[in-house]
């Protein structure tokens, strides 16, 4: 199933479009439009990663979160034992 799409209109540096039609003009990539596209996958991802990053560094400095993976990981320690092989 094809992703939902909407026209949107953005106002970018004409030297970045223009390398842009450069590149789709050499059959480097696609269209103008893949580019802005794949750029924009990839800047999501980056910032979504640095914000789970984030939380993670803040995790660890929460003794109280801590304390409750460490009593978590020692109550299933005795059960996971018992399991052999991979799920």
């Known amino acids: 199933m094809a992703a939902r799409t909407i ?6 540096p004409l030297a970045y479009v223009d390398e842009l039609r450069e590149l ?3 059959n480097e990539i696609p269209s103008v439009n893949f580019a802005i596209n794949e750029a924009l996958d990839r800047y999501i991802k980056s910032r979504k990663a640095a ?5 993670m560094r803040k995790a660890g400095q929460d003794k ?3 304390k409750r993976t ?3 990981a ?8 018992e399991v052999s092989g991979s799920w």
């Open 7 to 12: 026209r949107v209109t953005a106002t970018l």
């Open 64 to 66: 109280a979160f801590l």
């Open 51 to 55: 914000q789970y990053d984030d939380l």
């Open 74 to 81: 020692e109550d299933f320690r005795a059960i996971d034992g």
């Open 70 to 72: 460490t009593d978590c």
């Open 24 to 26: 789709a003009k050499s």
